[in-house]
Structure formats: structure tokens, C-alpha cells
């Protein structure tokens, strides 16, 4: 179980960082939301199959990002720090300021268009993933993510 | 005019979501990797610390009980030793009535001498109130002459 666990870890970890940075931004929370996730992945893990450990987990990160939201007070300083750009190694990405602006773009969104333009469009999961994963039915992904496109065409204009 | 800002629609979306791809997905930090390695080894001792509130308890229960064992023990020796002390005045009761008895059955024999002594007689009353006697244990102080 230790093996599967830590196979589970290395799968997911960077999706679920990835995702817990874009919803909170300061890296401190984010550390702590997607340590805490896998911790109840953990004290889940007999109860949890291959299959399940992708959409439960991206699920939970997220849940935990907007429990640390809806607490965070409005005046509480956000330590923002870029995302992805500077650290990121995955090379051969065009940095610079489309870059920006769209990452700027999807973290100005609401919740849940963030969510889903997030997991869709920039993790790539399926929408039944999806689905499982925001907790909405599969028109509601679809539905949503159309007006979360539309919310980002506004403000963007032409990339 | 429809059907062309539909398509620029769609295509915008579609430039839309392969800028989105190309997002770069940030690794997770080292410092977050370790942390998440280390979740099975702390984990496993984690169930001690929601044992917290249950050590104090049990910490400050066994000096508490140690005491009140003590504390039985040294009153039950106290009992033990009260127990003996009344079993031991009771036995000096029981011996000293035996005793009183005794004097009882002595002086009956002692009084029926003298009165067989006075019947016979063998002897008189003597008053003399120069010499005495003890009061007590007899009733009567008498001194005989034989």
C-alpha cells in the first residue's frame, strides 16, 4: 500500500499543486492544501482504487482551496508570486506577456469557471473527470466552461 | 454575417484553449515533495497524537491512584492495629473478670471459715483500730483473732 501511495504521489502531485496555485495563488496555502489533500488520501487509501484516485483527489484540493477562500478575510495580503513561468522547466512554451495575461485572465475568473477552464482546459482531464472531480453534472461543465471562454474573450480581446 | 462571426467564434475558442494547453503546469516544489513523502512514515505515529488528551488522563491518573492505594493501604494497617488493640482489651476483660471471680469464690470461702470459726468457737471478734486492713477487695474489714 506504501508503493501504491507514493506511485499515487508522483502521478498527481503536480496537477494537484498545479491547481491548488492557480485557486490561491500564495504558494505557502497552496503547500499546505495539497499536503492536507494527500494526507486524507492516505487515511482513504484502502478504500481507493486507480481509477478513483485522480477525480477524488483533484476534488478534494479543490474543496480545500475554497474552504482556505471563503476564510481568507479580504484584507489578508496575498502572497502572489508568478506562476509556472519563471520556475517552470518545461521548456519551449512562449513566455512573455500573452503568457501573463491569459494566467492573469483564468485566475481573474470566478469560481467555478476557474475551476473548470483550470481542469478542462489547461490540465487536459476529460469532462467526465471534470465533472466528477467540480462535482457538477456534464451539460453543467459544458455549459459553464462556454460562459467562462466568453468571460475570458472579454477580457482578453484577440490573444 | 452570422455563420462568419461564428466561425471567428469557434476559432477564437480554439485558439483559446490551445493557448490554455499550453500553460506550463508548475511542478511541485522539493520542499512539497518531501513533505508528501514523508506522509506514510508520520502518519502512522499520527494516531498518538489524537491520544493527547487520553496520556494526560492517564499521566495524572497514576500518581492519583498510587496515592489512594497507599493511602487504603495505611488506613487498613490502622484498622488491623485498632482490630488488635480491642481484641487485646478484651482479653484483659475477659481476665480480669476471671480474676474478680476468683477474689469472689476467695472471699465466699474466707466468710463461711469465719462464720464456722465463729459458730464453733473457735474464734471471737476482735475490735482494733490499730491495725487495718485492706477495704478492698472485701466489703467487710474484720480483723480475727484465731
Given amino acids: 500500500m506504501d508503493k501504491l501511495f507514493r506511485q499515487w504521489t508522483q502521478d498527481h502531485r503536480d496537477q494537484a499543486w498545479s491547481l491548488a496555485r492557480y485557486l490561491l495563488r500564495d504558494p505557502t496555502d497552496a503547500e499546505d492544501v495539497v499536503q492536507e489533500a494527500f ?66 485572465a483564468v485566475q481573474a475568473l470566478d469560481e467555478p469557471f476557474r475551476s ?5 482546459d489547461v490540465q487536459q482531464h476529460s469532462y ?11 451539460p453543467q461543465v459544458k455549459t459553464y466552461l462556454h460562459r467562462a471562454r466568453r468571460k475570458l474573450r472579454e477580457q482578453l480581446g484577440d490573444l | 454575417m452570422t455563420e462568419a462571426s461564428d466561425e471567428d467564434e469557434e476559432q477564437w475558442e ?5 493557448a490554455l494547453a499550453k500553460l506550463p503546469l508548475e511542478p511541485a516544489p522539493r520542499r512539497l515533495r518531501h513533505k508528501l513523502a514523508a506522509i506514510p512514515r508520520r502518519q502512522r505515529w499520527h494516531w498518538l497524537a489524537g491520544w493527547r488528551p487520553a496520556w494526560a488522563v ?9 496515592l489512594v492505594v497507599m493511602q487504603q493501604q ?16 478484651d482479653d484483659a476483660r475477659r481476665e480480669l473478670a476471671l480474676a474478680l471471680s476468683y477474689l469472689d469464690k476467695a472471699n465466699e470461702i474466707t466468710e463461711r471459715k469465719i462464720a464456722e470459726a465463729l459458730e464453733n468457737g473457735l474464734a471471737r471478734p476482735v475490735q482494733d483500730n490499730t491495725r487495718y486492713g485492706l477495704e478492698k477487695p472485701l466489703e467487710i474489714t474484720r480483723e480475727y483473732q484465731l
Avoid: F, Y
Fill in chain 1, 39 to 104: 494526507i486524507r488520501l492516505w487515511e482513504q487509501r484502502e478504500a481507493m482504487s486507480q481509477s478513483r484516485v485522480k477525480p477524488w483527489l483533484l476534488r478534494v484540493t479543490r474543496n480545500l482551496c475554497l474552504d482556505r477562500l471563503r476564510r481568507r478575510r479580504p484584507e489578508d495580503p496575498v502572497q502572489e508570486s508568478h506562476l509556472a513561468g519563471d520556475n517552470c522547466p518545461a521548456a519551449g512554451l512562449q513566455r512573455g506577456e500573452t503568457l501573463a495575461r491569459l494566467q492573469g
Fill in chain 1, 116 to 120: 473548470l477552464v483550470l481542469l478542462r
Fill in chain 1, 128 to 138: 467526465d473527470e471534470v465533472a466528477a472531480m467540480t462535482e457538477l453534472t456534464l
Fill in chain 2, 14 to 18: 480554439r485558439d483559446l484553449r490551445n
Fill in chain 2, 58 to 66: 492517564i499521566l495524572m491518573a497514576i500518581p492519583l491512584t498510587l
Fill in chain 2, 74 to 89: 495505611r488506613l487498613d494497617q490502622q484498622e488491623q492495629a485498632l482490630a488488635q488493640q480491642a481484641q487485646q482489651i
